[in-house]
């Protein structure tokens, strides 16, 4: 029996449905083929999740994003999300919006709980923003916006550097170094002669100083010599002074103390002022004596005695 040709158009065109329907639900990243089970989750903002964004699990895809809508102005964003029915979760499990990396594209994380209750098919599944990735983006968004202002800067100093005038200022500094090199360069030719001499003089010193070398040698002996003797008569030397010294004390001691003769001159008023007058005495009688020599002294030829 032949198809009508209305028949073959109509079941060409439920073909052409089909396959667009798997299309679009491939392009969505929704496996027509395997069974899935439906989430609703609440957040208050959508933080640019999309339709088709993966939904991961331990960094594997477990399903997409289905659907991101506003039932109402003041409620929250409500995303729907289809994960393989064979990835059974706790009603407890957490699902995060965070991005997958650091070049962008959102995507939702599943962070299993421990409850030993399961969620079923339909029910609605707990949701938070994990803004870790997006502070890190904007701390090196923002530290190399100040690098390439930095660069900037640096790269505008150095063409104001290399402007016209410097270059040429640059060249003639430049031109100058070779001058001054090859003035260097002349002036030490021009005194090597001078530098071979000096040279031939340190020679003969060296050779003088080779030749003294005995007589250095002795008198650094006879130093020794003297060096040990030193140190062997320095010691007494020593002791002796201590003991003059000592003996220096006692002496000193005694005569403070009115010891002896010495002692009792240096301490008694009385024996002072005795020979200060006796002193005195005599120097009175001398006196006299020089004046009227006849009084002390009498002399006669005959035996006469002066009145």
């Not at 065109?13 to 329907?21: P, Q, S, V």
């Not at 933080?47 to 997409?64: F, Q």
């Not at 659907?67 to 409500?78: L, Q, R, S, T």
């Not at 421990?114 to 707990?126: A, I, R, T, V, Y």
Request: hydrophobic share 40%; aromatic share 6%; with cysteine.
């Amino acid at each position: 029996m032949k198809m009508k040709k209305e028949v073959k158009v109509g079941i060409f065109g439920i073909c052409i449905l089909i396959a667009t329907y798997w299309g679009i639900s491939f392009l969505k990243g929704v496996d027509i083929l395997s069974s899935h089970d439906t989430y609703f989750i609440y957040f208050e903002k959508s933080d640019n999740i999309e339709i088709s964004s993966p939904v991961l699990l331990k960094g594997i895809k477990v399903g997409n994003v289905t659907n991101v809508e506003i039932p109402d102005i003041h409620e929250n964003i409500k995303v729907t999300i289809t994960v393989q029915s064979k990835y059974k979760l706790p009603d407890n499990t957490v699902a995060v919006i965070a991005s997958k990396s650091m070049l962008g594209g959102k995507a939702i994380l599943l962070e299993i709980g421990d409850s030993p209750n399961m969620l079923s098919d339909g029910s609605e599944m707990k949701g938070e923003i994990d803004n870790n990735m997006a502070e890190q983006i904007n701390e090196v968004k923002d530290k190399l916006m100040g690098a390439v202002d930095r660069l900037s800067t640096t790269l505008d100093g150095v063409n104001k550097l290399l402007n016209d005038e410097n270059i040429q200022n640059l060249s003639k500094t430049v031109e100058n170094i070779r001058n001054v090199s090859s003035n260097v360069n002349n002036i030490v030719i021009a005194q090597s002669k001078k530098i071979d001499d000096i040279t031939s003089n340190l020679a003969a010193v060296t050779g003088d100083f080779k030749e003294m070398s005995p007589q250095l040698k002795q008198t650094m002996s006879n130093l020794a010599v003297i060096s040990d003797s030193l140190s062997t008569s320095f010691p007494l030397l020593i002791t002796q002074a201590h003991k003059t010294i000592e003996e220096l004390d006692l002496t000193i001691a005694a005569i403070n103390e009115s010891k002896g003769s010495v002692g009792k001159l240096f301490n008694d008023p009385a024996l002072y002022d005795n020979l200060t007058n006796a002193t005195n005495n005599l120097s009175l009688l001398l006196q006299d004596l020089k004046a009227h020599p006849s009084r002390y002294v009498s002399f006669s030829l005959f035996g006469r005695k002066d009145k």
